[in-house]
């Protein structure tokens, strides 16, 4: 097994279905169609763009017939490309060995796409049956815009609101056809869905079931809808203003009022969708915190999700659950038909914050912070200039749109720079590059280069510590917040990163002035919820990298350390309750908790077990410990990591990183508690020179014994230490060897100096303790551990 998530995707034909699930894994994707396929083409480079004519055809053959015979994650976009391609239901079937039924349904997809691809709107206007039947076979708006074309003899008007940005229902008088303007076809027309009920008693009884969906094939809904009987109309767009608005609450009502409003209060939550690297179960939770507390205050709770591994899912967790794609068409019906008194975007992770400006441009309530103060942090380029006007220091960026431009600033800040698009998850298609070349390539093959969100770019700093501000807001105040560190230096993503909290290596005027910057932008921003700010320090200055008007993947770490459950305290600022500020005193905390992250390198063939600025792991544990040392093994030890007993094999590849891990008495630790050292020639050199006794071994590609990959797979090494020489991967060098070895032996893999020296320190500490007659292990339950939590409250 490979996948580190799952969908459930619920409809009445086989057509509907598949294609609501493509795009639940893919919010990117519209459905059955070939373009995530071509952009995977064109990130491999698999298909030269210098080919033409037969050359380039037979490639591209070539291609999509290598995918259909040996499956990767964009198999099914691949069989879309083969109809695209001509291949027929018995072609694919011979190649790929699924079954006919399934590929002539997809094929009658590729038909009906083929239709519409030739019509332009005002043909698609006079045929409401072929629109219906697309409904019918799980096209989505944005889709359906995608393949009709614009009428010849229609005049473009310039009007704010007929550009394709705009996502209300509007009513199309030419131009580039968009998704409000097939949404406002089919309401006209009435082409709405309807809401279902799962039937779980086979009709031998009526269904009380929570489980929800939505679809075209039926003629009414299986319950009560308040906003059932509403009629389309145009919806007036509600465009972004200049400056940032007063944050969107609930007007609180004190119990036992008899407002007809709060009696029948619906709140929608948006969910997290499907686990992956960068979403997983840490939204889930926050999700389920503020549908809990939704509840307890006496809101109705509506959660849309379509993640059957998640506990939101749990048909008793809210008052409705609707099993639906997280799509801006999806939660707009949905919104529609409920009638709720706000949307909570903030609980589920980006993807549904990324709804947020489309959902707000279309008249939906957006509870907590402003959709203005969550696109100006989501929008680089926006950010980056507030941080100028509120003098808040940040590393030296630009904005580009251009190669050429992009190598004018490298040339001017110098390298390693950082690449980083707007309306990201999770580091995606973020990069360090080093030089010119590496550039190119990226921008290249990654098409981050967009006018839409801009792209900005900016000096990345190395050897800067990173750490990390959680927090609350109300009103643009601070109401509770948790500062932690990162054992490893910036440029490894915080969710791959190890953490310790309350921070334990910070300078005072360091978390002083955190706080003080926080504080900062909470007030410019008028924050009402949760967010979170990553900075990185060095030599006493602080600078900001980023912030996320959101719940972050820490907050159930912070909450259960802190026993002060951060999302309730957002949830109830959001809906006008009012709220009390938990007593958290660090100084006063007796223990330590060490967040570390779960990798799955061993199922994922051929990947580069090494952090970087995005995201790899697919899971996280936390402990508790009466010190760092304890609290940071305790962690490494739940992760699946093996303490050495005897045979380290070390291999740095910077000669600064050689440098640290011998200053700071590293391998000194290593030897003294009786460790053999093995080393690769450049490491041996060093770690000889400055007095530390080791055994050379060769790399891979030297082919001579003693070597490192026959050692690791002899099993005759307890522990790597490899840290790479550059910033990017590259399969055929001897590190990648290494590395793999590593993990396809077992042997626990250190890549990261930082985490490397810690990582001694810990094991020295608890060899000194036990070698005293003292134990190193301090075993409590969770209550024992924050009772102090408790007094102070």
């Not at 393949?147 to 394709?164: C, D, G, I, N, T």
């Not at 269904?207 to 308040?226: F, I, K, M, P």
């Not at 075993?779 to 939590?789: A, D, F, K, L, N």
Request: net charge negative.
């Amino acid at each position: 097994m490979q996948s580190v998530g799952e969908v459930m995707a619920i409809g009445r034909t086989f057509e509907e279905t598949i294609q609501k699930a493509l795009r639940m894994v893919d919010e990117t994707s519209l459905g059955f169609d070939h373009i995530r396929f071509d952009l995977e083409l064109n990130r491999r480079g698999s298909v030269s763009s210098s080919q033409k004519g037969e050359s380039a055809g037979a490639s591209l053959e070539a291609e999509i017939k290598k995918e259909l015979a040996h499956p990767t994650p964009v198999r099914m976009w691949a069989i879309a490309k083969a109809f695209e391609h001509g291949m027929n239901v018995e072609e694919v079937h011979e190649l790929t060995s699924i079954d006919r039924w399934f590929l002539s349904k997809l094929h009658g997809l590729h038909m009906i796409k083929g239709t519409m691809k030739s019509m332009d709107f005002n043909q698609l206007r006079n045929q409401p049956e072929l629109l219906k039947e697309a409904k019918l076979r799980g096209f989505s708006d944005r889709q359906i815009a995608a393949l009709v074309s614009e009428p010849e003899k229609m005049e473009y008007v310039a009007s704010p609101a007929l550009l394709p940005v705009d996502y209300g229902s509007l009513r199309y008088t030419g131009g580039p056809v968009s998704e409000a303007h097939i949404r406002h076809l089919r309401k006209k027309l009435g082409i709405v869905p309807v809401v279902k009920q799962i039937d779980t008693l086979a009709a031998e009884y009526p269904a009380e079931t929570n489980y929800l969906y939505l679809t075209y094939s039926g003629e009414e809904h299986d319950v009560d809808l308040a906003g059932s009987e509403k009629q389309c109309s145009d919806v007036k767009v509600t465009d972004l203003t200049p400056a940032i608005p007063e944050p969107l609450t609930l007007k609180f009502q004190a119990q036992g009022s008899d407002s007809k409003e709060e009696a029948e209060s619906r709140i929608i939550v948006l969910g997290c969708g499907p686990y992956r690297i960068g979403s997983s179960v840490e939204f889930d939770w926050c999700s389920v915190s503020c549908v809990r507390t939704l509840r307890s205050l006496g809101h109705k709770a509506i959660v849309i999700n379509c993640n059957p591994e998640t506990v939101s899912t749990d048909f008793d967790e809210s008052n409705r659950l609707y099993f639906e794609e997280l799509s801006h068409e999806r939660v707009m019906d949905i919104s529609e038909l409920e009638t709720p008194r706000g949307v909570v975007v903030s609980v589920g992770g980006q993807t549904p914050n990324n709804l947020a400006l489309g959902l707000h441009r279309c008249g939906i309530r957006i509870l907590g912070t402003s959709v203005e103060a969550i696109d100006a942090c989501e929008d680089r380029n926006k950010f980056s200039q507030l941080c100028d006007r509120l003098r808040v220091d940040q590393p030296e960026w630009s904005e580009f749109a251009t190669l050429e431009e992009a190598r004018r600033f490298c040339t001017v800040a110098g390298y390693p720079v950082l690449v980083r698009p707007s309306y990201v998850l999770s580091g995606a298609a973020m990069r360090v590059v080093t030089n010119d070349d590496e550039l190119d390539i990226f921008l290249k093959t990654a098409a981050v280069v967009s006018r839409d969100h801009p792209v900005v770019i900016s000096k990345y700093i190395t050897g800067a510590k990173e750490v990390e501000m959680d927090a609350i807001g109300n009103e643009g105040e601070l109401v509770n917040y948790a500062i932690a560190e990162h054992i490893e230096n910036a440029g490894v993503h915080s969710g791959d990163a190890t953490l310790l909290l309350p921070a334990q290596r910070l300078f005072v005027e360091t978390h002083r002035r955190v706080k003080s910057i926080s504080q900062k932008l909470c007030k410019a921003l008028k924050i009402s919820g949760p967010f979170n700010i990553q900075f990185i320090c060095k030599d006493n200055e602080v600078k900001v990298i980023e912030c996320n008007l959101r719940a972050s993947r820490s907050m159930p770490f912070i909450s259960k350390t802190y026993n002060v459950n951060f999302i309730e305290l957002a949830t109830r600022i959001m809906t006008g309750f009012p709220v009390h500020a938990a007593i958290i005193q660090p100084m006063d905390i007796d223990y330590v908790a060490c967040k570390c992250p779960m990798f799955s390198f061993g199922r994922l063939k051929n990947s580069d077990p090494r952090l970087g600025v995005e995201m790899s792991s697919t899971g996280e544990v936390a402990c508790f410990g009466v010190n760092v040392h304890e609290a940071f093994l305790k962690g490494m030890l739940a992760a699946n990591f093996k303490l050495p007993k005897k045979n380290i094999v070390i291999s740095l590849g910077p000669n600064s990183a050689k440098h640290e891990f011998v200053s700071t008495g590293a391998a000194k630790q290593l030897q003294e508690m009786g460790f053999s050292l093995f080393a690769t020639k450049s490491t041996s050199d060093y770690l000889s020179k400055h007095g530390v006794s080791c055994s050379l071994v060769y790399k891979p590609l030297i082919k001579k014994e003693p070597n490192v990959l026959t050692l690791l797979q002899a099993g005759k090494m307890d522990m790597m230490i490899n840290v790479p020489d550059s910033m990017d991967s590259n399969g055929m060098t001897d590190g990648f060897k290494m590395r793999r070895g590593a993990i396809e032996a077992g042997v626990p893999l250190i890549t990261d100096i930082k985490t490397a020296i810690f990582t001694c320190a810990a094991i020295h500490r608890k060899w000194l303790r036990e070698s005293s007659g003292k134990s190193f292990w301090d075993v409590c339950s969770w209550q024992e551990y924050v009772e102090i939590i408790e007094r102070l409250n």
